[in-house]
């Protein structure tokens, strides 16, 4: 018998090991594969079904939490045939006439789904104008969904119920406040009931603080932030969203003043004198919340006698979907898909109902059992499968209703895999909205904002900073104790290279152009939460900074207008309000020329526009509404939407008219711009706008996640694409290192040179 050395043992052993470890990662991969491509075919049935199928049941539940259930049940199915039979058993319950198949189904059995008497039934089928259909309701959007003649079932539960007063934020720019308010809940959810404080903002935009509500004993809430030089309004109150109620009484506001707050008069904070809550106007107190009754109620109160009870008032309503445009399924019309390898759903895009429903009826008893379990489904983001139906229903809404896959080159379903794939990663909520900001960044929609309940309120170092000359530069400094001054370069940040940091930072934002990307990357980069430090190195000193304070707004910092000289007036329309504006006009017609500053957002003031105009606007085709019948954006048609501005005395255009704009003038300010650009009212400098405009729409995701995004496509007014492109200046104009050091406004300065021309 040969002999075996010890050292050939050894080496027989670990070649051995290497072997069998090698085939352990290979079955591991491969299991790993077949998770993913099971929840890729259960993320496309998922939105068919959501979107499309039009039966009562269907449109009964909540799709937000069967994307959890459902990914939950896929992901361990261990072949073809398991994962069949688990998607029929997940739809039979709403969606029991989807057939699913291991080979190329033949035509439809439109028996199975045809009543014996088709006498007073209609066809149900669904239309989407943009989509309204699982999207914020409280949002004011032109975006509808209807499942056209199928009863509907109004619950207002999942909308909000609002107690506001609007304050006038004029004297407070740049200062700390505080709110505070005694609150009680009655039986209503956790996180569905809060102390409220939004910022409303001359962008158009607004910064929202909430404090949750989680006693049902009298206890003071406090929310401290700081209002920024282009906040406008403070809106302060309390909110409830949900069967249940809230009690709220004796709320205060206070301003920061020389590290003493000082309390800000309230209209009526005690609630002790009479009050009606249907006055929207500064300093009343105002209720809006279809569903929910507000009301000064003595059976309990914190201070004084009365507090403010605000309640859901249990409003059932039923009605049938109204039609939105002509197009429509005609009965018969069948969606036949492969959904996976060799996997193939069919099913009816139009079904018959009447008064009790469409047909054929589901088991109710599975129905309502489906509706039990998906009450249960937890909704905390440390769980893997709440991270996958999250990314599941954020794939569907922009797979079926983004409107601009046409201009952006990309392959949505492989970013959906990335996700998928990121998800079994990830282990906590910020992780996941890493994953979700990763997801939704290379549809390269400036609109897009990712926001998490858990990083709200995040903080700053005092200082910010740009990127000038290809260089990160420091624009401000607003702690004198701080080693830094404005103009210096930033070479590292936390031992990275500033292009190696901002790298991550921009792998995180959706934008079209690069304008918008470092415009967001630039206050992105700074943030993080309370006390966290932020190093970073100039020259060859290394600088430690605390995030300590509220985001600080480096927007264009220039009065509402002035009188340059004799013959030039600058209008900032960043800020001046439109009735300002006609104040001026006797001195604009004047003026030999005109300087408009569009850097950021307009104040509501694009009637400016008609003065500019000689004829009246007839571009009527420039805003365009998807109207979708069809899934994965197939036929697509499109609403038109327009402004169609009159043209006004006096006219202005036959003076020098000049824009300035750059990356940070995104959408409101894009539509003002359509009008300069396709009208050829004006010279234009600066730099590229955002190139991302139309209204935006919103959805909410479990876990606290919340996306918005563009759902309308908007072009310019010769037809051109606006998307990732943005306005193009006639002069460029970039900013300098030496003009930053030196304080100065390169913009401006070039257009009072161009006036001397």
Known sequence: MAKISGLTFIASISIYVILLSSCNNEAYDKEFDRKVENLKTFSKVYGYVKYFHPSDMASEIDWASFAIYGADRVESCKNK????????????PI??????SKNQPGQYNLKSITPEDIGGMEPTYWQHRGVGYGMDPQLRTPYQSSRVNGLIKKDYSHMVGKLSIGIDASKYLGKKI???AWAKKGDVPLEKAYLRLALEKSDGTSDLKMENITSDKWKQYEIITQVDSITTLIHLGSAIKGKGSILYDLPMLYYEENDNWVQVPLSNNDFETDVTFNENQPNKWYFEGVGYLCSVTDLDHYSGSKSVLLEYSGVVEKEKGQSLFPSQPKFGETLTKEVGSEIYIQMPLVLYSNDEGTYPKTNQEGLERLKLTLEETPRNPAYLKVRLGNVINTYNVFQHFYPYFDVVDLNWLDELKKALTNSFKDSTGMDHLTTLQKFTAPLKDGHIVVSYKENTGWLTPPITWTWVEEKLVITNVLDSKIPLRVGDVVTEINGESVVEYFEEINSRISAGTKGWLNHRAEQQSLMGEKGSELNIKVGNENIKLIRSQYPFSSATRMSDYEKINDSVFYLNLNSIAMEDIEKL????????????DLRVYPRGNHGFISYLLKEKDTSDSWMQIPQNIYPDRNETTFQNANWLLPNKQPYLGDKQIIFMIKGSAI??????MGFIKGYKLATIIGEPTAGTNGNINRFELPGGYNIRWTGMKVVKHDGSTLHGIGFLPDIYVHRTIEGVKEGKDEYLEAAIELTRK
Request: aromatic share 12%; glycine share 0%; charged share 25%.
């Open 178 to 180: 505080k709110y505070v």
């Open 667 to 672: 959408s409101y300010a894009e539509s003002y």
């Open 585 to 596: 006009l006797p001195e604009l017609a004047k003026s030999k020329s005109i300087i408009c």
């Open 95 to 100: 969606a029991p006439t989807v057939i699913f």
């Open 81 to 92: 045939d398991e994962l069949i039979d688990t998607l029929k058993a997940l739809f039979k």
